[in-house]
């Protein structure tokens, strides 16, 4: 069984319907864009991961009809972030969240001045190749 629900077909032509303009065609119920053939892309009002009674039926309302272009890529990303966030309430009550600070390491960094004390005086690079006298 899966834990994001549907909107049944009866119910999804309901939502394209009520988005229908009689003479415009398909509009955006997100900002009333007229969609024309732009594509669009039925949208759970409150993201389904987030909805707390999942045995209720999906109607009509609980879709809104989102032309890609304009309003459902935004609105995507937002409800991953939330969705993503009630996330890790809950996996920090759990007490598995990876620590959000990066852990400072041991010790303090090597200052610049000691670094350049340390460095040994390197020696002269050795040639790539042989001189030329030295090839027969
Ligand atoms: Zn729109």
Partial sequence: MSNRREFTKPVYAEIVKRAMHPKLGLCCEGC?????KK???????IADALQ?????KLTADDGKLLGVECCHKPKTVDDVGVIAKAKRVEANYHGFAAPK???KSAG????????????KIPLPPRPLYRPQEDTP
């Fill in 108 to 119: 303090f960094p090597v200052s610049e001045k000691s670094a350049a004390r340390q460095t």
């Fill in 52 to 56: 707390i009674d999942k045995s209720r």
């Fill in 39 to 45: 594509p669009y892309h039925v949208d759970h009002t």
């Fill in 101 to 103: 600070q990066k852990i």
């Fill in 32 to 36: 009333g864009l007229v969609l024309g």
